[in-house]
Structure formats: C-alpha cells, structure tokens
C-alpha cells in the first residue's frame, strides 16, 4: 500500500468524539493521515467542492443533515472516497442503508481508540485499493480482449458462455447477449460440428490437445474459417471455467484453397502437357540459360540416343550435334540464337542430327525462348523433326522441275542457274567460261521416218555421248528438241572450247545404233565465250545459237565461234539458202497437183501445181516460207525450171498413158518472168518433154505483168504465140490498170481467195467477185475463184455466174499419182 499521505475528512459535531478520532490518526503513522475537520453537513461540502479527500468519517447526526440524506449528499459530492459512518448505536437501520448505497464500512462511536481506528482505516483503504484494482484489471482485461484480433469465448464449468470479445462477436456473428449461456459449439458450421466435438471429447479426456480447424455458420449463411484452442481457467485447483481462443483464418484458408486448387490445376498441365509431349511425332527438347538440357520428350530421346535422365544438366551440343549438310560443319546451335535474341529461330535449311551412335538424320526445328513470370528468358526449347521423307521428296521435286523427264539431263531453268553462277565465279577467278550450243543435223528426218520412239533414244544416246566428252564439273543440258546446251566452266581460252567441240563432233561421226538401226547423227556446234560474247546468261545463249545457225548454214558438223557480224536472221536466211540448195541438188521437193472444177459439168477443166519441199530437218516446208527466199537469191531460177520440167514431163507422161490430162497452171514468179533466158528455157523444155503448150499455163501476179509493162507485154504475146495458156494469180489484190490489162492476151483470171472466204457475209468482198466475173464475161476470159471451200461459196459463185473454180470443196493439192487418179473421162468433182 502506498505510504502517501492519505487525506481525512472528519464530518462531526461533537467536539469531544472529534477531537478523540483526531488524536488516534494522529498518532497512525503507517499510513500517516492528514485529518480536517468539519463539523456540518455544509461544511462538509464546501471543502468536498475545494477538492478531493481519500477517506470521509462521517456521523449521520449533524446540526444541518440527518441520516441517508446526509450520506447521499457526501456521497454524491465524493463518489471516489471511501466514506466510512460513525454510528451511535441506535442507528442500526440507517447504516444497513448507507452501505448498501455505497458506503464502504461504519464504526460505533466512541469506540475509537488510536490503534484501531487507524488500522480500521488501513484495511477498509487497503480493500478499496484492491477492489478498485480489480476493476482496473477487468476494465483492462476487457479492454485488451476486445482489442484482440483473436475472437474470446469464456464459458463456466457447466459450458455455458459467460463472455465474448468484440472479435468472437464478429467472427460468430452473435452479440454478447445471444452468447451468453448458450455453448460455445453453437457458432460451429452443422457439417464440423461432429468432427469438432468428438475432438473436443478427446482433448477434455487427455487424449490430445484441442486444437482444430472449423467453420463457423453466421445466421445470415456467411461461414467463417477458424482456427479454435480451448484452455481450462482455473481458480486455484479448480476449474472454473474454459476459455476458446478463435481465430478468423477465412483469407488463409481461401489462400490455402486456391493454392490447392492452382497446384492440383498445374499438376493437370503438367501431366497434359507431358502426355503431349510424348505423344506429339516432334522430338521436344530444353535448356535452361546456360544451355544445359533440362527436358527432353520420348522422339527426342529416340532421335539423338540420349534418355532423359542421362541428358538432363549435359551441355546442348553434347546431346543435340547438329551438322550443316553441305559443309559438315558443325551447325550453329538454335537454342543460343533463340536466348540471344530472344525471340524464334528457324534452323539453317539442310540440318543433319547426329545420333549418338553416328546415325544421321536430316532434320528441320525451330528453337523460342522460354520466359518465366516476369518475362526474363530463362533458357529455350527445340522443337524439330526427321524430315528425311520430306527432303527426298523436295530433292526429286527440284529435280524433276529443274531436269529433263527424258534425258534426265539438267533443263534450261537449271543450265540458267548453273550459268549465272559460272559467271560469277569466272568473274572472281579471272577466267572465262563457253557455251556450247548444239543442234542434231537431220533429227527431224529421224523422227518423221522411223518415229517419235526411236527419235527419244537418238535423243538418249546424243545424251550420253555428249556427258561422255566432257568433265564431270561441266554442265550438259537438253533445250528442249534436239537442242542441246554445255556449259563449261573455268576455262582459261577459248581453244578449250574448241577441243571439246572437236571431241563431240568426233564422237558423232561414228554412227549410232539405235532399234537396229545404223544412224549418222551429227551435229553443228555454236560456240560463245563469257565475258567476250556477253556479260550475261541471256546474251551468251543467243549469242552461241546464232553461232550454231553459222555452222549449220557452213554445211554442219562443224562448229563455229560467235562473231561480233553474225546476225541471227541473217544467218538463218543463209541457212534456209543452203537448205535450198542442198534440196534441189538432193531432190527434197516434190509437186502436188490442184483440180479446177466447171460448175456445170463438175468435170475437171485445168489444175494448179504446188511445190513442196520435204525439208529432212524441219519436215514439210510451205512455199510461203522458202520461195520468197528462193527468190530473193536468185534459186528460184533454176526451181522454176525444175518445176516447168517435171510438169511438162508429168503431162506428157499422163497423156501418153492415155488419160484425158487438162491444161496445168504453173505459178511462175517475177524474177523467172523477168529472167533473160525464159522464154528460151520454156521452149527449150516443151520440145524436150514434146508436150504441147495448150497443157501449160502461166500464173502471173497483177504486180509482175505492172512491173515492165512494155517488155511484160512481148513476152506475153510470145508466150501467147507459143500456144501457153496466161492467167492472172490473185487477181483483185493488185491495182491493175484495167486498160492495160485488156492488152494483154491474158486467159483467165483468178479471184484471189480472200475475196471468196467471206464471199456470202461481206458485201464488199461480193461486189468485188461479181465484178471481177463481169469483167471476166466482157474481156471473154475464164475466171476461175480460188480458196473455194464451201457450198455457200460454190452457191453464191455459181448465182454470180461464175462458172469455173479451184479449192479443198473439190479435192486438194495431191501427188501426181494420187491426182492422175481423177483423170477419169466424165469424172465429176463436185460436191454432191
Ligand atoms: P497460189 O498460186 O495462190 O496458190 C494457191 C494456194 O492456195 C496454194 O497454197 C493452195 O494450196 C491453196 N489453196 C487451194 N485451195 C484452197 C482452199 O480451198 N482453201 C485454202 N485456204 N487454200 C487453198 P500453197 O500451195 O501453200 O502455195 C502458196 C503460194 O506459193 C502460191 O499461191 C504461189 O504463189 C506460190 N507457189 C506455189 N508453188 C509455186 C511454184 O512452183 N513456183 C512459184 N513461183 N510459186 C509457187
Ligand atoms: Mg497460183
Ligand atoms: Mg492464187
């Protein structure tokens, strides 16, 4: 107890019993008192209102205030001291009273002595002090439990709650009032509640402690997680109750829940992606930023020969070599590229994998980093497979779009290639590349007789002979027909070149056996050399074909240099000019004969000769194509002649045969008609064959008779003389001097065929022909329309009073024999 002054105030009348009570405090020392004194109630509560005193002695018997009231007003005015009455001894009932209003403890007067008093005093201040103690305690107690997160629920021996803290209040949802008396599982979810109590059986048995984990259902259905530990509270040896400590662990058991549910759902993944792994044709395989492996699927342990387990930690390159396929060297590992740059990398094309055991296997991957949650690469994957199947399948693609299907020789896309590289390289090293650009003499020849089948193995074996003379770095390709290209790289002169051709042509000098037959297959060489003939690919080819048109126009099998002179057209020219030659000392033209029909009988009245040429190269040659360059070169002299005899010879020979022959039109261009020795040759040839000129007619253009009108004119009339029939060729194409043409002694006309093609639908082409019969029937002349193909036309000609006509409607040009066939009296060509 403190030994602080402790302050008295005496509230007493009679100054005796006063003045005894002073004189026993005076002496306490232990406490020391200080003691004042008054002797009315309103003294009493002047000094009550000046300020505060630790203990009142108060006698209910005063001159101003008697009994409960005097205590009340004391005790109003001094709710915090310990006010003890002074009782005469028949005031029994009002102290029974006082103290129950509040009024800490009563003395008989009188009795006082100072021993007693003070240590009354001591023990009533003593007890207050505990009291006031105990309530500070408690006010505390409540005031730390009710600060507590932790939820307090405090229940007596029999289980009944006697308290709750703020927190339990919130955590249950019920206020101190619904608690109290109730037990403390009432709170407990109904599905724990079992579990919880048989727990708490055992703990009050001593078999385990209670400590558990349960919900608590709120009434408005909200349920709470706690955490519950019950402690006994004993006072003394005796337990006087329980106390449950609860703690709200709702958010730590949703965090709990959710970290179960994501490790429960990452294990699913795990296990997915695992089973994916495995069961997905690409080999899988990872490692970590250092390029350590740390995974590897079942395809990519069986491609690389590693298991998992062996590889797991190994460096990349160890369980993953990886070659390039062209230079063996060793490939640049992906996953590292994948990291650095950390973004996905493809693999060079043409990858091989090395197995562990040696084994290679043409692969293609990918590699991508991995990243982990704050998006930092934390090593890569390689994703890749055996593309064996695929690349043999691309290689026999590019193959077959870069080779020829029947030589299996590199095509034209190929040589290009081959050629621009070839450039480029002789460019670096200073050297020079030819091209070899060849054709096979006669090879059309081959295939029109024996064949397009023989015709492929000519090919076949002009191939093999061709890769025979030539190094293995040289190129050999098929054009396309029987053109062939070589490409030879790297040569230091042109004599390189030179050789090989030389080679080749001594190699096709010696016949080649083919199907059983001995063929002589040669060939005509063209040759340009990189960079004097051209820069580039393009310009080198067209440079080297014009070259082998030289060679084949300076007679063949034989090969020529590009010059600078050669112009291709030229030379083709110069070509078709020897072919020409060549064909008419070899005898490559033949005639076809043309009916021309009367309309009214349908009986023959004339025909037309055709020159052909077999060209043993380039097949049947139309005289479109060779007789303007025939004319050009003067060789259409001597054809003409050739002509003029063989129909000479051909007429006669029909008639000596005895068969009704007509007049035979013979086409007979300016440059023959304009020849000194014409008329000469033709009467030289008519007495040599003995034919009589009325067989023979003359076709002229319009422009030939215009050109010399004077000299066209003799030689007309002495032709005229000589009993040869004259016609005008393509008549209405030119622009005739009408006046001048009714001086010639012309007999028929022919109405060019593009007059009669659109006969029935253009109405100018119609006026065109009824003219020009008009004209015919004045000038008593024949007209004959040519290119009648039709019966529209052959009606509208005939409505024309045309009468006379040539055309496929009634038979076309046919070899002699096939046309002496129709020499048949009374034979009637027209279409029925
Ligand atoms: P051309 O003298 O006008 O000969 C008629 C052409 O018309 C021939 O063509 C003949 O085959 C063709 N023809 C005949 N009927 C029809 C038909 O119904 N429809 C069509 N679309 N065409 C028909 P070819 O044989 O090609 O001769 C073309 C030209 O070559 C001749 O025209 C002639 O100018 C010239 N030619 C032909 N043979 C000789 C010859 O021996 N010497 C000379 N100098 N020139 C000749
Ligand atoms: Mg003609
Ligand atoms: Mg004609």
Redesign the pocket.
Known sequence: MSTALTTVLLVEDDPAEARKIKDALAEAKDPPFSVEQVSCLSNAMERLSAGPVDVILLDLTLPDGRGVEVFDRIYQAAPDAMILILVETDDDEAVQVVVQRGAHDYFPKGTADSRWLSRALHYVIERKTIQRALQNSEARFRTISDASPLGIFVSDTVGECTYTNAAYQKISGLTLDQALGTRWSLAIHPDDRQRVLAEWRDAVRGVAPFQTEARFLRSDGSVVWTRLNAAAISDGLLSSGRVQIVEDITERKSTELELRASERALFEEKERAQVTLNSIGDAVLSTDLAGNVTYLNLVAEAMTGWSRQEALGRPLEEVFTILDGETRAAAENPAQRAIQENQVVGLESNCILVRRDGFESPIEDSSAPIHDRDGHVIGAVIVFHDVSAARAMAFEMEHLAQHDFLTGLPNRILLAERLSRAIGLANRHGKQVALLYMDLDCFKNVNDSLGHAIGDQVLQSAAQRLMANVRDTDTVSRQGGDEFVILLSEIEHPQDAALIADKLLAAFALPQLIAGHELHISLSIGISIYPDDGVDAETLMQNADTAMYHAKSGGRKSYQFFKAAMNRNAVQRQLVESNLRRALKEGEFF??Y?PQIGFASGEMTGA?????WQDPENGLV???QF?PI??ECGL?VP??LW?LREVCGQVKSWLNAGLPAVPV?????AI?FGHKDFLEEVTRILRETGLEPKYLEF?L?ESVLMHNLESSSLLLHDLKAMGVKLAI??FGTGYSSLSYLKRFPIDTL?I??SFV?DIAVDADNANIVSAIIGMGRSLKQRVVA????TEDQLCFLKKQQCVEG????FG??VLAEDFARLLVPGNNLMPC
Not at 608 to 612: F, G, K, W
Not at 665 to 669: D, L
Not at 786 to 789: A, D, R
């Open positions: 005639l076809q043309q037309e000769v055709l020159i052909r139309s005289p479109a007789v025939a004319e259409i054809m003409g002509v039109a013979v086409n007979i261009s023959e076709e253009t060729d393509d022919k060019d065929q093609r040519e290119g009648v193909e040539q055309g496929f409607l076309r040009p």
